[in-house]
């Protein structure tokens, strides 16, 4: 089939040493080891990706494609995935004597397979899908797996996980209902990411872990994209992320600078702040620090199993994106994790999970340090459903 026109994909850029990778090849990191980003002519896509032309589309991830790099819509491998709602916290808000309207989130768990990673590992597998990878790994702490396993059998594609041994139950029987080939590891996630290397480099599979690949940060960015469309193209005052991989993190920020470009924002930006739990804060140490790479967190202890990231192979992504913004990075205790939850559900109704849960925290420990204003708009990103997670 003929490629679609509306795709502006230039190139692949590796994102330490600024070298450039042909697109329209399989890849995983670049020459230097580190992630590659896609870039696109972003002065030939400004004239088709206005605010009138996305204002006639679908409400989906898919109404970018101008910025997107799947170049035929027939390789789209979707299981209909839409516009996530900005819900808001009236009551949690003025309980901590906060603007009503101050408080939003953005509930990403109304996502196919009920996360926020059915956006990357739709991208993804399309893109592996039209390049002809026929097996893919991943390790994964629950969510990316049960994405993974979903997309992989809609895409005809096997799929291998490497899960530590503690990943919550309901995301091993997703990922098993959907067909793959689950692997238990006595570790943590990194463990896991060794073993899939290893394979990759056997021949036996292609890596999809995080940033390891190009295309899981262009369909999380979307989030972003989406966020500026749904605020009247006025971004917010600060966004919360609960960062792991940090991948949306990162997404995000290329995806507002994209939206400059094209002319769809100004430079105003949003403080970016990652958010990580006190037992895993690899990114909150290194932020403190002044470091522009995270060491290794040891003994990792968090029930926010998708932030249970000891290493991110992004980490100085992460870390540029937060300074760049005047951003900063705060870890929540356990406790506090737990409140929050509850606190969402029983005064606005909104079940978040554990690690949407963590934003909520952070932004209440933010308030009472003066590192956020009652009036400043925040949203915090709720990563999954709460349905997915043990409830007290």
Not at 177 to 191: F, M, P, R
Request: proline share 6%; with cysteine.
């Amino acid at each position: 089939m003929s490629p679609d026109p509306r795709s502006f994909v230039t190139h692949l850029e590796c994102s330490a040493t600024g070298e450039r990778v042909a697109a329209g090849a399989l890849h995983n990191l670049s020459p230097a080891g580190r992630p590659l980003l896609v870039r696109y002519d972003l002065d030939a896509a400004g004239g088709r990706l206005t605010r009138e032309a996305l204002a006639g589309r679908p409400a989906d991830m898919w109404r970018w494609r101008e910025i997107l790099p799947v170049r035929d819509a027939a390789q789209i491998v979707s299981l209909g995935e839409s516009e996530t709602p900005l819900v808001a916290l009236p009551r949690v808000a003025a309980a901590a004597g906060a603007d009503p309207a101050a408080l939003i989130v953005k509930d990403e768990g109304r996502l196919p397979t009920g996360s926020f990673k059915a956006r990357g590992v739709a991208m993804a597998v399309s893109m592996a899908a039209s390049f002809g990878v026929r097996r893919i790994a991943m390790p994964t702490n629950g969510n990316a797996g049960a994405a993974l396993a979903a997309y992989g059998a809609r895409a005809g594609i096997q799929v291998e996980l490497f899960c530590p041994g503690d990943t919550p139950a309901v995301n091993i029987g997703e990922m098993r209902v959907h067909g793959a080939e689950v692997h238990l590891v006595d570790g943590l996630i990194d463990d896991c990411g060794a073993l899939v290397a290893a394979g990759a480099a056997a021949g036996s599979w292609f890596d999809l872990s995080t940033l390891k690949e190009p295309y899981r940060i262009e369909g999380k960015k979307t989030m972003g994209l989406e966020l500026a469309l749904q605020s009247g193209w006025a971004l917010p005052d600060v966004i919360f992320y609960p960062t792991g991989g940090g991948t949306g993190l990162i997404g995000m920020w290329k995806g507002f600078a994209e939206l400059e470009a094209l002319g769809l924002i100004g430079a105003a930006r949003p403080r970016m702040v990652a958010v990580q739990a006190e037992g895993c804060a690899p990114i909150v140490r290194a932020w403190r620090d002044g470091a522009a790479h995270a060491e290794r967190w040891e003994h990792t202890a968090t029930a926010a199993a998708g932030i249970r990231v000891p290493r991110a192979i992004g980490d100085f992504l992460i870390l540029a994106a937060v300074r760049e913004s005047n951003g900063f990075a705060i870890a929540v205790s356990e406790q506090a994790i737990a409140t929050a939850l509850g606190d969402a559900a029983r005064e606005d109704g909104l079940l978040l999970c554990p690690e949407g849960a963590a934003t909520l925290a952070a932004w209440r420990e933010a308030l009472a340090q003066g590192l956020v204003g009652p009036d400043e708009r925040a949203v915090l990103f709720n990563c999954a459903s709460g349905l997915k997670y043990p409830l007290p």
